[in-house]
């Protein structure tokens, strides 16, 4: 993980520790409803436990990222071996490390993932 995606995800997960308990009593704040309908799912395919425990271990952040690669992969749009996160977001949506940063600081990361790729994509707050 290079240093700039170390940082942003350190920024992401100090902000989502001072503003989550604010906002709900769940850490995973908007995230909540995804993390409880991939448990839902987890548990009708009998899988919870393992699911559970890796959602616990990477958090909404983690949860978050993973949730993008996915929706990123149908559009020929892969995360390369010695590749951060943060660098395959750019080179995606065509952005500067300067313009991803203020697009995630500006709260648009979402919508313009949607905007880009379409609606299945996933768009901010959208539980």
């Known amino acids: ?5 170390r940082r942003l995800t350190n920024r992401l997960q100090e902000l989502e520790k001072a503003f989550a308990p604010v906002l709900r ?3 995973w704040g908007s995230m ?3 993390r409880d309908e991939v ?6 395919r009998g899988d919870f436990e393992e699911t559970k425990k890796h959602l616990d271990e990477i958090g909404p952040t983690g ?3 993973e949730i993008v690669r996915h929706h990123l992969r149908p ?3 892969e ?5 951060s996160f943060h660098v395959m977001l750019c080179r995606a949506m065509g952005y500067s490390g300067d313009q991803l940063k203020q697009c995630i600081q500006e709260g648009h990361l979402g919508k313009e993932l949607v905007r880009r790729f379409g609606a299945e994509t ?3 707050n959208a539980c």
Do not use: R
Not at 1 to 5: A, D, G, I, P, Q
Not at 39 to 44: E, G, K, P, S, V
């Open 39 to 44: 448990l839902q799912l987890a548990n009708q």
């Open 25 to 27: 009593t769940d850490p």
């Open 75 to 77: 559009h020929g749009i």
């Open 32 to 34: 909540a409803c995804y």
């Open 1 to 5: 993980m290079s240093v700039t995606t």
């Open 79 to 83: 995360q390369l071996p010695n590749e």
């Open 63 to 65: 949860f978050y990222m």
């Open 122 to 124: 996933v768009a901010d």
